[in-house]
T-cell receptor, first 115, second 112 residues
Framework: DAMVIQNPRYQVTQFGKPVTLSCSQT?????MYWYQQKSSQAPKLLFH???????NEADTPDNFQSRRPNTSFCFLDIRSPGLGDAAMYLC??????????????FGPGTRLTVL | QKEVEQDPGPLSVPEGAIVSLNCTYS??????FMWYRQYSRKGPELLMY????GNKEDGRFTAQVDKSSKYISLFIRDSQPSDSATYLC????????????FGTGTQLKVEL
């Protein structure tokens, strides 16, 4: 089945220790997104790639970076995690339609704990 | 004022009840509307989407959009304990940079 895969599902890191979260997709979608979701809150878009074009949200801290080495993979790097970065990180993909409904499909998420 | 407002609940109903989940929005540019279901500690799962005002039905689920009132609803008929989850509304528009604006989600519990 075509899907969005995230690894690891659970990640524990120490305050200030860099961490990388991984996302892969078999949907062959053009767009890949990274969201941060805290308890009882809406997913917050951090950034997205349309093919190789990187689109950063204005309020995303510099501490968060992303890489998309190819169509299938996208990584979220947190350079110096703080306690406030503990959250569920969601990867999503979409076809990138410029007209009509561009539905997003989510992975299972990575729950990040910062000690 | 948030662009999308959604009552966080929790909403508790008995098995078999009809459930109504709602969102209001302020941006008249929104053209398409989605409902996602999110089980605890899992990623959101797309349930339905609509592109215009009116109703769309899929099994026990009906999505309703009233653009004139900026109000959308998701109805669940014959609710089951397996429907217990958080339901997120999301909306977007052509030319919106392929982005969605989400509500905070309504937590639903269907009890035996």
């Amino acid at each position: 089945d075509a899907m969005v895969i995230q690894n690891p599902r659970y990640q524990v890191t120490q305050f200030g220790k860099p961490v990388t979260l991984s996302c892969s997709q078999t949907l062959n979608h053009n767009v890949m997104y990274w969201y941060q979701q805290k308890s009882s809150q809406a997913p917050k878009l951090l950034f997205h790639y349309y093919d190789k074009d990187f689109n950063n949200e204005a309020d995303t801290p510099d501490n968060f970076q992303s890489r998309r080495p190819n169509t299938s993979f996208c990584f979220l790097d947190i350079r110096s995690p703080g306690l406030g970065d503990a959250a569920m990180y969601l990867c999503a993909t979409s076809r990138g339609l410029l007209a009509g409904v561009d539905t997003q499909y989510f992975g299972p998420g990575t729950r990040l704990t910062v000690l | 004022q948030k662009e999308v407002e959604q009552d966080p609940g929790p909403l508790s109903v008995p098995e078999g009840a009809i459930v109504s989940l709602n969102c209001t929005y302020s941006n008249s540019a929104f053209q398409y509307f989605m409902w996602y279901r999110q089980y605890s500690r899992k990623g959101p799962e797309l349930l339905m989407y609509t592109y215009s005002s009116g109703n769309k039905e899929d099994g026990r689920f009906t999505a309703q959009v009233d653009k004139s009132s900026k109000y959308i609803s998701l109805f669940i008929r014959d609710s089951q304990p397996s429907d217990s989850a958080t339901y997120l509304c999301a909306m977007g528009f052509t030319g919106g940079g392929n982005k969605l604006t989400f509500g905070t989600g309504t937590q639903l519990k269907v009890e035996l």
